[in-house]
């Protein structure tokens, strides 16, 4: 339900932020071909971005479309932030946590270790200058994007392993997969760490290349299959108590929206985070 509602606040955003002030922009039809990060076969993780998609369509009248395109079909995962800001596309649903390698703070814009828990994500999102920092990131990083908050889910698992885990002691050589700022603790514990997309995970695991991995709550693992290779998993995960989402946008497509629009994008995703938090 959460995911869902925060869903419908960035399709208002957009769809709002859209809708044209003129007879003569009632005649302009935008698409936007995003590249997703996540299968939307993946509920909470990928699921979110075809309801966007279908809310931003109805409520523009048909003005606004966006195509979604599957992990790896337009881009890789990972190319996702560049191939917006480039231009090379114009929108991409993903999370920040994945430009670590380019941006070292993006991780606490979208998971901390021990919290904060959904709620308190969005309070200081949306009314404590979260949102600000947020676009100050890429924008100060030479990004060409502009971010909306798409969806944010609850915790996730600890991770899924070969052998029991009975001490921090068993962890010491263990190559694994793990995201965000959890992955420094990990590697104060002894642990090689390295940052896989979903699709990767399995194939990982599989040929030996990591011994244990963590991704999103078990529903969704269990749709990745790890438990037919690793057995043992541990739950809730520590390090993403919650994990936010974003739509990027390219900024020149984002600027052509008139000012008025984008207050009344904000005024909806602040009612509509309201009732989901």
């Not at 909470?44 to 109805?58: D, M, T």
């Not at 994945?98 to 979208?110: E, H, T």
């Not at 793990?178 to 699709?199: N, W």
Request: glycine share 10%.
């Amino acid at each position: 339900m959460k995911t869902h509602l925060l869903s419908l606040a960035a399709a208002s955003a957009i769809a709002l932020a859209a809708i044209p002030g003129t007879a003569e922009a009632a005649t302009k039809k935008v698409l936007l071909k995003t590249p997703i990060a996540f299968s939307t076969a993946l509920p909470g993780l990928g699921s979110p971005i075809p309801r966007v998609a279908k809310e931003l369509g109805r409520m523009s009248g048909g003005t606004l479309k966006m195509k979604v395109y599957e992990p790896k079909k337009l881009v890789q995962p990972f190319e996702i932030l560049d191939a917006v800001s480039t231009g090379k596309i114009n929108s991409g649903y993903t999370t920040a946590g994945y430009w670590v390698g380019k941006i070292p703070a993006s991780p606490l814009f979208s998971a901390v270790p021990f919290g904060p828990e959904a709620g308190e994500y969005m309070a200081w999102i949306y009314y404590g200058n979260g949102l600000k920092l947020y676009q100050e990131m890429y924008d100060q990083a030479g990004y060409n994007v502009h971010v909306v908050p798409c969806a944010i889910i609850a915790p996730e698992t600890s991770g899924w392993f070969a052998k029991e885990i009975n001490s921090a002691d068993d962890l010491k050589g263990l190559k694994m997969r793990f995201f965000g700022l959890g992955g420094k603790v990990m590697q104060k514990l002894g642990v090689a760490t390295s940052l896989l997309p979903g699709g990767d995970i399995f194939p990982a695991l599989e040929k030996g290349a990591i011994d244990a991995t963590e991704f999103s709550m078990p529903a969704i693992d269990k749709r990745l299959g790890f438990h037919k290779l690793v057995k043992f998993n541990y739950f809730p995960g520590w390090h993403q108590q919650a994990t936010l989402f974003e739509l990027l946008v390219n900024k020149d497509v984002w600027k052509k929206m008139s000012e008025q629009h984008k207050a009344i994008r904000m005024q909806v995703v602040h009612f509509s985070n309201e009732l989901s938090a």
